[in-house]
């Protein structure tokens, strides 16, 4: 008997395509559940600093706590490694970033939406947009128009390696660096999610089946395993870009390191 | 970029593939970049800047009662010398002082004791004064007892009639050898 016989794995489709709830379908404006869920990383932030910032007193408590606790997170974690010197502007991008892909992640894990909104690439591919051109304009800020020379023409490089060496960082830095941002984090929560959709099938069809109900005992576990695994997996996976990204507004702001 | 995204995807709807999810949809870039944008600016102008104000006030707070309590201690430490050093100084004048009165007490006993000690002997002088009168009287009346006894004694021994006066010198040497 074919066990994979009895398990009927959903199209990548639903996936990938989501209907609208408001406005038309293929329209610009289409909000659907991913649009939803990047909604909930613009209004959770929202109330939880506003009623963070409604506490009073030397001891900070509540929502109070939590906001501080983000924000001493993002600063000691990821901008002051990541940019040292000079990092309290760029503070409020990193912590946005680090929230909004938060949230956009754990949605992963949480009945009712169980699909992270960064499973799909318009998220990753935006943030990873928008902290392309924060380093670049940071770079050209504060170094003006040297600051390409500087990336393009390492100094310390023999002459004649820049032949190698120029193409090479112009890719990487300029052209392939969005992209590479964007994917790892749309690559990994792609992954863990279909992970979890995988071991989800798969408990169902073996519950139904139930000449097989025993090997429960390894897929139910499996399942309520990965699920905690992915509740860490949002948690590094936002860690990471916003580091990413403290670290090349960082180099932009000091080449020379 | 997203009429070219639109295109793609367009392209591979119609070649009847599953859409491909690596492409993303115009849509949803869409709404991410408001949404993203908004939390942003809010961040950058509302959301923030209370959070951060309230933890420098706190760091400030905590740095000036840090400050303070420093303050305190050497303030403390200070006092505590300043406090030391009253109290050796009143322990030496306080030393200084009994060492005065004892040095005074025992002045004022040396002159009392060399008074007494005068007096005892002025009282002794006069009561060995008198007493030598009244032994010297006492003898002298002895004397002239002793001399008529002897003399007595002597004219009865002798059975004649003896001179008082011419015995009293013999008397008086035999007396006096004693």
């Not at chain 1, 992640?105 to 902290?131: D, S, W, Y």
């Not at chain 1, 390894?218 to 670290?247: K, N, R, Y």
């Not at chain 2, 849509?27 to 970049?33: D, K, L, R």
Request: proline content about 6%.
């Amino acid at each position: 008997m074919n066990l994979l016989g009895a398990v009927k794995f959903p199209p990548i489709e639903n996936v990938i395509e989501w209907p609208a709830w408001l406005f038309e379908d293929s329209t610009y404006f289409a909000f659907n559940k991913i649009a939803f869920i990047h909604f909930l990383g613009l209004v959770i932030p929202m109330a939880v600093f506003l009623l963070g910032a409604r506490g009073s007193g030397l001891v900070p408590r509540g929502f109070r706590t939590v906001s501080e606790g983000i924000v001493t997170f993002v600063d000691e974690q990821i901008a002051k490694p990541g940019i040292g010197h000079g990092r309290e502007p760029y503070l409020p991008l990193l912590v946005s970033f680090f929230l909004f892909i938060f949230i956009g992640n754990i949605t992963e894990v949480i009945p009712f939406f169980q699909m992270p909104a960064n499973a799909r690439m318009a998220g990753p591919l935006v943030l990873a947009l928008v902290a392309w051109g924060m380093f670049i304009s940071v770079g050209v800020r504060h170094n003006g128009p040297g600051y390409f020379k500087e990336v393009l023409f390492p100094p310390g490089v023999p002459k004649a390696l820049y032949l190698l060496v120029t193409p090479i960082e112009f890719l990487s830095t300029f052209l392939v660096r969005p992209f590479s941002h964007a994917v790892r984090l749309f690559a990994n929560m792609l992954a863990g999610h279909i992970l979890l959709i995988t071991f989800g099938v798969l408990c169902i069809s073996v519950w139904s089946a139930s000449a097989l109900v025993l090997i429960q005992i390894g897929t139910f576990p499996g399942l309520v395993a990965f699920t905690a695994f992915e509740v860490g997996v949002s948690l590094i996976q936002a860690f990471v870009f916003t580091i990413l990204a403290a670290v090349y507004i960082g180099g932009a702001l000091h080449p020379a390191h | 970029m997203i009429n070219l995204l639109a295109i793609v995807v367009a392209a591979e709807e119609e070649a009847g593939d599953p859409p491909n999810p690596v492409i993303p949809v115009e849509n949803e870039i869409v709404w991410a970049a408001i949404f993203f944008f908004a939390l942003w600016a809010m961040m950058k102008f509302v959301l923030l800047p209370p959070i951060l104000r309230a933890m420098e006030e706190r760091s400030s707070t905590i740095q000036s009662g840090k400050d303070a309590a420093d303050a305190a201690t050497a303030a403390l430490g200070s006092a505590r010398r300043d406090h030391e050093a009253t109290l050796a100084e009143a322990r030496a004048e306080a030393n200084a002082i009994l060492a005065g009165a004892r040095a005074a007490a025992d002045e004022r006993r040396a002159a009392l004791q060399a008074e007494a000690d005068t007096e005892i002997a002025e009282m002794r002088r006069s009561a060995q004064a008198e007493i030598d009168e009244a032994r010297a009287e006492a003898l002298s009346g002895m004397r002239g007892d002793v001399s008529s006894l002897a003399v007595g004694a002597a004219q009865i021994v002798l059975g004649r009639d003896l001179d008082a006066g011419n015995q009293q010198s013999v008397i008086d040497q035999a007396l006096s050898a004693d």
